[in-house]
């Protein structure tokens, strides 16, 4: 980034033609894209400050009360789990794949990208409601309804399954946990959603015959959202599921 | 007193039939506006609005305050008013204040582009304002909310009565303007500088806003969290902060500090922006050490991310880590006073006028001195244990931040009403206003001092007897305090319709914003400037008049 | 300190009269001021060297005598002059307050402790020997005291000004300060962190007294039952020796002693055991379980007051014959001239065989 000389130069600096969909205040395509672009990174980077509340949080409980965390930690569903962050790093390929399509005009290609992308997303929103609906089932939604006694009893399967009951106030804090489980992916569900109708919208256009006239601005700053839920999603996984399992 | 005020011609001038204002009518052309100009003026009405409302509550507060008795109204009526008050000038004021109205409003032009980068998201900007501000009223008349402004944790969570949730969501939603506001300026002053226009001749006023904008974008998402973690654990009771289901009060301290210790430096930097302007106009000459006043803008803005822990020295942190923060609490002190004498040293063999905005500019100086010297009172640790939680805190505070930042905007207000409406206003009774604010201010706030000193808590409505006549006198600068700003109100509407028709450049001052027409035009300029003088050249300025052009567009 | 002990003497006397600081009632009030007035001295200093600027060259420069601005870019000697001195001015208040911050938050080991519980909208102060107050606080001359505050609701502060201390009383674990009173008198005593509707109303007096009076008011003042001793009720009534009975092959540790040593956890992990630690081991016993012990202790959270918490805590505290123990014991005999009588646990006693 030159940043030291002005974006503008001498030259653009008259008038000159440009094409329909080039904003009035910008000199050139060329400004108009990195501008958006970068605007869409720092964009970014403020959603990660936002999340980074929720990490802290979760840095200081996991170290606290460890044992809650490993225990509650394993009530999650893995294959849910994993399948989710299969069908996540899938849409982030087929939404590259799309951005590509648009740059090199492929229509066809765009519209089939978008339609997986989107169907993919739908499908991790789908399995996690499926997840939320057990936690539902097992009482561990925080509130008034949550329950420790699981960790204080463990089932037969789960004794057979290597876990060991832990004393009631250390099955209190797990409630901590949840907390911050439905906060971190609740959060990240909400993001998920909105990407999901911005998507949809996108798809129409799309369909319609949109972006191919080389204005993709939309389609790549999207992608660098679409990659950015994914990511967070990519640390949610290990730090939420993955804590002490063995097996 | 001599002046540089320099007007067309009163009988013959006209204001330009063609500018922002006039180009296009009707309600709708205003509410869905993309110029960053007409937003500016949305958001000037919208903030003294909310400005008003602030300042009846601190009215009520000070009235309640001139007897020791809890009686003037109930004690859950008095906490209900400091925090309203709180929140409202807080967020509904100081934090939009001069980044919405004068840095939307010129921030385009200083640089020489048409518009911000993002005229969509600057309109959103606005309207998430007016939802924010919206909601914090109904909040306010469906009952209010007493936790103070800090939504202290478990008093916000499990014991307050009152509309925590909503004026909570209220704040997030307020704080999403505040971080497109910031988004917009920091990409628009990267991206769409003017040829020509390069880092080092972006006027100070840029460079504060963009040092003010790297905080509002990095530090206002971590108090949206913070807000939503406390609304989550008010109802379904999750216990991220409450200590019998093993949560932390004090992380709760330790994230809503760590925005709302940067959100007074975004309060003030702005304001630090205008005084540049001010002072180097009103001497005529170039900000003293322009490049160290640029480099402390921006070396405030990244020490203020790391002293967050000074607010909390008191609660119960390790003794190490208040070591830590109140070193890091003297280092950003020192950017500020290294502007305080770049300041002073700008009007050395300068060629100074004592207009409105250099009353206000010196009103700043003044009062920011003393306020931002206190700070270092309450920095070092082991003074904040006896003076935090008093009034010595609330009079610290008010001094930067009313002594400061408001007479920091008022002064921008006055310096660029020329520019904004192409009028004049009233020269005479606003060097009043000045004034009587300064002397009002005085007596409100120095009181206050001594008060914490002697112990007396803040968020009190009642007292011991022995606090009653600083308190009296603090009541009596209020009303004082009170006349200055109404003042302003008055005449600068007046002169919408009677003042003086201003021209270009009425205080001959350099800078793109005084090269073209007063009100500018919706495009701001006909043709992309090449920038070619340095910044604050006066000389470049001075061979401008020998080829003066008196009409523009 | 530069300045004669008269001189400062009749700038405090001045200044208290004038009513702008507290009275100087504790040991640590005049190192306070004394920063304080530096600090107040150095900023007259900047700000009358700002405003003297200022007002000098609005005379010398203003525009009627000085038409034409010389355009001057800067100079790096006057931007390090007023960069290392204010630093300079600024890193010394920081060591010096820093020293401060240490002193008023490290007790001295031989200070007496008294428990403070702050809830809406009063304090409660428990002394050792069982007495209670309601937002006052008595203390004698010439003794280190140390309170052990704690909330039990909402966040308050404790703060007494002509001491020049404060803390903040947190739910969920205990906060100590520490001061030893110097005058004879009554002074403020406000809880400064904003706790709800009645927050002005959560004031009180510290009452400094004279040794001998200050014993007169233990003696009228007791309620029959020490700290320690209601906490042997409780600990009977709570069941807590079940387990706790001090026989070798008890289910849990004995406790005698414990207070002051430092314990292996089963984790590995060492902790020393100060109030917080027992107070947390009643609340979270299975992430405080002693090394070689199952983690079969139930939590106490939830059924058991602030106040019986701090009876429990001072009962094991007492389960030892430490030093600091029969300081805070023995209230009522803290004078020097008394030593012999600080080896009667007059006010605790043991419910537990030491094994």
Redesign the interface.
Known sequence: MSDSHAVATTADAVHHEHPSYQRHHFVSMEQQNETVSFGMWLFLLTEIMFFGGLFTAYLIYRNWYYPAFVAASHTLNIVEGTANTGVLITSSFTMAMGVWCAETKRHKGLVWSLIATLILGLGFLGIKADEYHEKYVLHHIPGTSFSAQAFVHPSEEALKAGEKPIAPDMAAKTEVYFSLYFAMTGMHALHMIIGIVLLSGMLVKAWRGGYMNGHIAFVENFGLYWHFVDIVWIFLFPLLYLISRHQ | M?T?VSLPDQATARIPKRNYITNENGILSWLLTGDHKRIAMLYLISITFFFFIGGALAGLIRLELLTPQ?DLMA??TY?KVFTMHGVVMIFLFLVPSVPATLGNFLI?IMIG???????K?NLLSWYLYLAGGAMTLTAMITGGV???WTF?T??ST???NTNVITTGLAIFIAGFSS?FTG??F???I??????????FKLPLFCWAHYAASILM??????L???L??VV?ERT?????FD?????????FQ??FW?YSHPAVYIMILPGMGVISEVISTF????V?????VAFSSVAIAVFGFFVWAHHM????VS?YA??VF??LT??V??PS??K???W??T????????ETPMLYA?GF??LF??GG??G??L????????L???YFIVAHFHFVMVGGMLMAFLSGVHFWWPKMTGRMYPEKISQLAAVVTFIGFNFTFFPQF?LG???M????????P?FQVLNVFSTAGASILGVGYLLPMIYLIWSLKYGEVAGNNPWQATGLEWQIQSPPLT?NFT?????TQDVYD??WLERQKEHEVTHVG | MGLSPVLWQFLVKWMTNFAIIPPEASRIAPQVDALLVFMTLVSLVGLVLVGLLVTAFSILYRRERNPVATQIEGSTLLEATWTIIPLGLFLVMFVWGSVLYFRIYTPPPNAMNIYVVGKQWMWKAEHPGGQHEINSLHVPTGQPIQLTLISQDVFHSFSIPAFRVKREAIPGRYTTVWFEATQVGTYHLFCTQYCGTQHSGMIGEVDVMTPDDYKKWLASSTSGVSLAQNGERLFASLSCNACHSGQPDARGPSLADVYGSKLTLSSGQPVLVDEAYLRQAILNPSAHITQGYAPIMPTYQGQISEEGLISLVEYIKNLSSNYRVQQTLNTSTLLPEQPDKATAKGAATQGVSKP
Request: net charge neutral; aromatic share 10%; hydrophobic share 45%.
């Open positions: 001599s540089i809890s004690a859950d906490n385009p582009a048409k518009d911000l980068a993002f005229p998201i007493d936790t103070g202290t478990p008093m499990h014991f307050s971080i988004l917009n920091i990409v628009t990267h991206r769409m500088r003017a040829p020509g226009m390069t880092w974008v990095l530090g206002t998402p971590v949206a969290i913070t939503v973690l989550l379904i009771g999750i216990g991220v200590p019998t289901k093993g949560g932390d009060p004090i992380l330790h994230l760590f001497a005529r000459k170039r003293f050490g322009y490049t160290a020295f008191i609660m119960g003794n208040v070591l109140s070193l003297m280092l002190a020192v006073a290294i305080i004498f770049n002073a040293f009007l050395y063999k300068g060629s100074i006028t004592f010196f100086m003044g001195t003393i010297l206190t270092v009172f920095g070092s640790s082991g003074t904040d244990i006896h935090t939680e008093t001594l000193m002697l112990g808590p803040r968020r009190y409505a009642a007292y011991p022995e495009e043709t992309i400037p090449v920038v006066y000389e």
